[in-house]
């Protein structure tokens, strides 16, 4: 299954201070919902950081996340080893289809997928997410 990113999710309630500090070293605002900020490089559009002041739909704020081809697939994956599913598989209002799952170090990955029917499919309006715009769309 091809991954197509990943992005280390930062809970923070300092967003402007953010995209201002990493601005100085070449990143660009490319997501903001107000809860939640991307910044990606404009060389290089999947080298990115999410900032989070919190997490809107789920019950904890992410360590990171991971765009998959095949959300679906993955989840199912997921499921068949036990591991233990933090949030459950669903659609979001911003064009994503998500869960979140604990990786064998506690941490909390965002798994997600972009549907290919949302308006904001060509680009990035994840994260809660994650995210940015993508080179492979």
């Known amino acids: 299954m091809p991954v197509r990113r990943v992005v280390p999710d930062i809970q923070s309630d300092a967003l402007e201070e953010n995209r201002t500090f990493y601005g100085l070293l070449g990143f660009e605002e490319v997501m903001n919902l107000g809860w939640v900020m991307t910044l990606a490089s ?75 029917s949302h308006p904001d499919a060509g680009t990035d309006r994840e994260t809660g997410t994650d995210t940015g715009p993508r080179t492979n769309a």
């Open 42 to 116: 404009p060389a290089n559009p999947t080298a990115q950081l999410t900032f989070m002041t919190h997490e809107k739909t789920a019950p904890v704020v992410p360590d990171m996340s991971i765009e998959v081809d095949d959300v679906d697939a993955a989840y199912a994956a997921v499921l068949a080893t036990g591991a233990e599913v933090v949030r459950s598989l669903q659609d979001e209002e911003w064009g994503v289809r998500r869960f979140f799952v604990k990786d064998p170090n506690g941490r909390v990955v965002n798994v997600l997928g972009h549907m290919r």
